[in-house]
């Protein structure tokens, strides 16, 4: 089994930053891709950042130039540095990552921007 604890996120202003921190445990040995989706009220669950194992990264096109995302030395944690947020920023935040046919998810954490 594996567990995704995620940390960060809360209220911030509109210009502000925010770090979301997700940490991998349990059986990981075999853990490939890591990354964020968020999900707004009412909205679909959209895929916000994806990070390899080898580091290769990709962006949601609203969020390119603002976030960056990053995996720790030890692989099992990733991190989700936000900028220049914005309103439309406000979600739900949830970590994931992937292994072998399967796909575990954090708990989500609230991000919200206020303006």
């Known amino acids: 089994q594996v567990q995704l604890v995620e940390s960060g996120g809360g209220l911030v202003q509109a210009g502000g930053s925010q770090r979301l921190s997700c940490i991998a445990s349990?059986?990981?040995?075999?853990?490939?891709?890591m990354g964020w989706y968020r999900q707004a009220p009412g909205k679909q669950r959209d895929l916000v950042a994806s990070?390899?194992?080898?580091?290769?990264?990709n962006y949601l096109d609203s969020v390119k130039g603002r976030f960056t995302i990053s995996r720790g030395d030890a692989k099992n944690t990733n991190y989700l540095q936000m900028n220049s947020l914005i309103p439309e920023d406000t979600a739900v935040y949830y970590c994931?990552?992937?292994?072998?046919?399967?796909?575990?998810w954090g708990q989500g954490t609230q991000v919200t921007v206020s303006s």
């Open positions: 994931y990552a992937t292994f072998p046919g399967a796909k575990y």
């Open positions: 349990g059986s990981i040995d075999n853990l490939l891709n």
């Open positions: 990070i390899t194992s080898g580091g290769a990264t």
